[in-house]
């Protein structure tokens, strides 16, 4: 897999970011890092090309935290990816745009929104 374009909206810390992998400095670099300080969004990056692709984050399925959150009227449990929206906002979602193994070029999109796109 070669990826293409990472595409996050209202995602965790991030509120809009596009990366582009076929871009430079990107598309010369074999291997490249991602740094940053705390809560930079380096964690939802990873996070975002995974719900892209599995409408999932390792990171969810990975804690030990349990309970629910209320949400207007619907209960969400901690590990739903859907925490993963920012908060006090409508909508979320990514886009990763990538080419498979067979050459062939694909987009994976993961989206969440409120009831009416209404904040709360």
Not at 11 to 40: H, R
Request: charged share 25%; with cysteine; hydrophobic share 35%.
């Amino acid at each position: 897999m070669h990826l293409k374009k990472l595409i996050i909206h209202n995602i965790a810390s991030i509120e809009d970011a596009t990366i582009d992998f076929d871009a430079e400095p990107l598309l010369s670099s074999e291997v490249f890092l991602i740094t940053g300080k705390t809560g930079a969004g380096k964690s939802t990056i990873l996070d975002s090309i995974c719900l892209a692709l599995y409408s999932n984050t390792p990171r969810l399925d990975n804690t030990n935290m349990q309970g629910e959150v209320k949400d207007g009227e619907k209960d969400i449990k901690i590990n739903n990816p859907c925490q993963l929206m920012r908060r006090n906002t409508a909508e979320a979602w990514t886009k990763l745009i990538f080419r498979g193994s067979n050459g062939v070029n694909y987009e994976a999109e993961w989206s969440v929104k409120r009831a009416h796109k209404r904040v709360s």
